[in-house]
């Protein structure tokens, strides 16, 4: 849980790199389990062909009636050879394996050739492949049995699992560290789009973030974050202009209600209160109407108002205003 928040929090770059490096070795342990097992079956099945050519040859002198007792063998730790009648009687072996009890005690077999791992043999103190071969002469059946030591598959695979062991933490390493630098590239416009971003204030709306030449994600994202800026832009002008209009359009009728006030203030004997206080309210009124006025264009140019059209009586607007310039 704590892996996969931190995960979470972790930047694209270490995301896509731990990610790559994941899948990666995932597949490179899975090749590696498949090479050592597909070398050593190879090894072994040719091992295994080289005692079959051997039993048969023994097989051949034995139905001729040639077979000596004593068997030799190019390397007496690495193979040894036996033939068993059918009272499991040893009737001739290897010099490396005189004397001794028979290598299989299972005389009476289905099929007349077969082949299996002797973990421990007289022989050697390695693994050995054992083929035995059944054939029937004119006095009796024999076995035949060729074992041959699996030292050199064991060597074999060992070799390759030390060599693996050396070159995938490399590999590995090479494929984080090609896409930590592929992803650096990649993000480097974002980078820049990032800072750009980070710079920009109220005052520099008018900015503009840079645009890839590529056609990709990240030259859509600085496009969009452009257009952004450019609605921002276009919504801080309105915004000013709208203020400068509200001041403006304020400005007058607080002007001449003040100068009211301070004529009627400066003679307030001669002053008839009811009418000042009725001309402040009417001023005051406008004012409210004007402010509705304003807050509606605002709400228009927002966009969020639907406009209505209709007719304008141009003659009754102009006599209304100037009643109340005379006024």
């Known amino acids: 849980m704590k892996l996969k928040i931190h995960m979470r929090s972790a930047s694209v770059r270490v995301r896509t790199t731990v990610g790559a490096v994941t899948v990666v070795g995932v ?3 899975g090749v590696s389990f498949w090479l050592v097992a597909s070398q050593s079956s190879s090894l072994t099945e040719n091992i295994q062909t080289t005692s079959i050519l051997r039993a048969q040859d023994l097989v051949s002198a034995l139905q001729e009636g ?7 063998v190019q390397v007496e730790d690495s193979s040894f ?6 009272s499991g009687k040893v009737v001739a072996s290897s010099t490396n394996i005189t004397g001794e009890l028979p290598i299989d005690t299972k005389t009476n077999r289905d099929k007349t050739r077969f082949a299996y791992t002797l973990d421990e043999s007289p022989a050697g103190d390695s693994s ?4 035995g071969l059944q054939t029937q002469t004119p006095i009796g059946l024999f076995t035949v049995y ?4 699996l030292e050199t598959v064991s060597d074999a695979t060992n070799s390759l699992i030390s060599a ?3 070159v995938m933490p490399i590999l590995v390493l090479f494929v984080g560290l090609v896409t930590w630098l592929v992803i650096s590239l990649a993000m480097r416009p974002v980078d820049a789009i990032t800072k750009q971003v980070d710079e920009i204030t109220s005052k520099d709306l008018h900015r503009r973030v840079p645009e890839p030449r590529s056609s990709d994600e990240i030259s859509d994202l600085a496009k969009t974050m452009n257009k952004m800026l450019e609605r921002l832009e276009d919504s801080d002008r309105r915004q000013r202009s709208f203020i400068g209009d509200v001041s403006h359009e304020l400005r007058s009728p607080l002007t001449g209600l003040r100068a009211q006030l ?5 003679h307030p004997n001669t002053a008839d209160w009811r009418e000042v206080t009725g001309e402040v309210l009417e001023e005051v009124t406008r004012m409210e109407q004007l402010i509705g006025d304003m807050l509606l264009l605002a709400t228009v140019d927002s966009g969020q108002t639907q406009i209505v059209y209709g007719t304008v009586d141009l003659d009754q607007l102009v006599t209304q205003e100037i009643n109340k310039l005379s006024k």
């Open 164 to 166: 693996l062991l050396l």
């Open 146 to 149: 060729v074992g041959t030591s």
């Open 66 to 72: 040639t077979l000596p007792v004593n068997l030799a």
């Open 81 to 86: 050879v036996q033939v068993v009648d059918s």
């Open 128 to 131: 050995f492949r054992v083929v």
């Open 262 to 266: 301070e004529v009627h203030q400066a």
């Open 27 to 29: 597949a490179l342990v």
